[in-house]
């Protein structure tokens, strides 16, 4: 009998990419989402429903032995339009998944973000102070607390990965998948958020999954790892792959603004995954071309 495995937000971005690589891998997976899923397998089964849906969520995760969480408000803008929801999901739900998966004795993978950090020292090791700038970060925040006081507490196996910003094909939204419709558009001038010095850190989808793999085979229960590349890439250096990439050279102008709660510059220390036999395998060049090829053909 195959082991059986939820990922919570399976309709995402990462969650699409984790759910095929769980299935590769020869995992029965129960996704749970609001929303539709495209994965068609007879080892995947799709569950409409919320995560501050208790009783729903309860009946779906009998029998997994581990629970990758991944379902989550994920925008900073929205989390500023509506902090309350972006708490409710964030938060409340990552308590309802660590509740109901201490029930079941499973394992739980959370997803975390980098925004828990904050304006961090760079590079920033798991160790840094968790003081988030945004409601997002702070609604995430409180889910690796709670993954925190549910190990030591309760003794639950929990594992937290901190996700520095994740791209690739399936992502519509984002920096690289911003710039790369604008242009199509109009290629000729492309108007970028901010000053084009915002310098972050930006982890392949591959690379990303990759890590999940890692930390749910050889992770330590409690301890919280970060993923990222080990490289901070400006937007402009982005937007010039992707003038490269498209051959076009358009006037460029800025917003000088970013958005509210926007942490402007992140790098992660990555020594710790490193030491479980992981490392990032795509580099931003390469990552940028592979969205390239995908937008072609959406």
Known sequence: MLSKIMVTGCSGFIGTHLVKRLIDNGFQVTGYDLNASLIRDRNFSLVRGDILDIEKLRDSMKGCKSVFHLAAQTKVPESTKDPLADFKTNSEGTFNVLSIAQEHNAKVIYASTST??????????????????????????????????????????????RIFNAYGPGNGKGVMYDLFKKLEL?????????????????????????????????????????VGSGVSTTVNDIAGIIFDTLNVCPKTTYTGESWMGDVESSLADLSKLKKLGWHPKVSIKEGIEKVYEWIQLI
């Open 116 to 161: 828990v950090y904050g304006a961090a020292e760079m590079p920033t090791k798991e160790s840094h102070q968790l003081r988030p700038v945004s409601f997002y970060g702070t609604s995430k925040a409180a889910g690796d607390m709670y993954c925190s006081a549910f190990n030591s507490t309760f003794d639950l196996d929990t594992i937290v990965l």
């Open 186 to 226: 109009d290629p000729t001038h492309l108007e970028i958020i901010g000053t084009g010095l915002q310098k972050k850190d930006y982890v392949y989808i591959d690379d990303a999954v990759e890590a999940f793999m890692t930390a749910y085979e050889k992770g330590a229960s409690g301890e919280a790892y970060n």
